[in-house]
């Protein structure tokens, strides 16, 4: 079956503007999770939902990010005036359920510049 | 505080020989550990998790609780081995989110 998918696969936008990255997680997985990948920090938890419990926000950077999940699959995060440190690969993984293995989408390349 | 470490940014070795990705882990309570590897142009994908105890593509993890380690061994390297690997760590109860150490790349030399 279709695996984990994102768009869009590369992102350029200006410092300031607000960007969405979009995630279409595993038909039947109830949790997905935004991680986000960058040169110097590594691979890094931004935000978890698991069916309709309110999310795991703890890691959202700052409250410039926010996500959400609509209709328990499609997930969508937003970057509001983005800066230049948002630049990274932003990776979207979803499981069957809390306790199962994650599977990765191939991520969003985002450039601010 | 959660933390996992991968103390070898890169590793290379030749085809045949062994080879040992160390993982180092610090958890206050009892965590779940994985290996997930990224081969070039890829994504992310599971190689193994401790609670499966299985061989994946020839590699083993054992999880030694006593000096907090999951190293990833493999007795014969192939050149196809060649990838970035991460260990990572969650909790067995609550929100599953995963905690990545910085990852090693390996190189697998003919």
């Known amino acids: 079956g279709a695996g984990v998918s994102q768009s869009p696969s590369n992102k350029v936008t200006e410092k300031g503007k607000d960007v969405e990255l979009r995630c279409d997680p595993i038909?039947?997985?109830?949790?997905l999770y935004w991680y986000r990948q960058s040169l110097g920090q590594g691979l890094e938890f931004l935000i978890y939902?698991?069916?309709?419990?309110?999310?795991?926000k703890s890691g959202l950077p700052s409250d410039r990010f926010s996500a959400e999940r609509t209709g328990g699959s499609v997930s969508t995060l937003t970057i509001q005036r983005t800066q230049q440190e948002d630049s990274a690969v932003y990776l979207c993984?979803?499981?069957?359920?809390?306790?199962?293995?994650?599977?990765f989408g191939p991520g969003t390349r985002l450039l601010v510049l | 505080a959660q933390r996992v470490t991968q103390p070898e940014k890169l590793l290379s070795v030749f085809k045949g020989a062994p080879v040992e990705l160390k993982c180092n882990y610090s958890?206050?309570?009892?965590?779940?550990l994985f290996w997930y590897v990224q081969y070039s142009r890829q994504r992310l994908q599971l190689l193994l998790r401790?609670?499966s105890r299985e061989s994946i593509k020839g590699f083993t993890a054992d999880l030694n609780k006593g000096e907090t380690s999951f190293h990833l061994k493999k007795p014969f390297a192939q050149e196809e081995d060649s990838a970035m690997y991460y260990c990572a760590l969650s909790g067995l109860g609550g929100s599953e989110k995963l905690v990545f150490g910085k990852g090693t790349k390996l190189t697998v030399n003919p």
């Open positions: 958890y206050s309570g009892s965590p779940e």
């Open positions: 401790h609670i």
């Open positions: 038909s039947g997985h109830t949790a």
């Open positions: 993984a979803s499981s069957l359920g809390p306790k199962g293995a994650q599977y």
């Open positions: 939902f698991q069916g309709n419990s309110a999310p795991d």
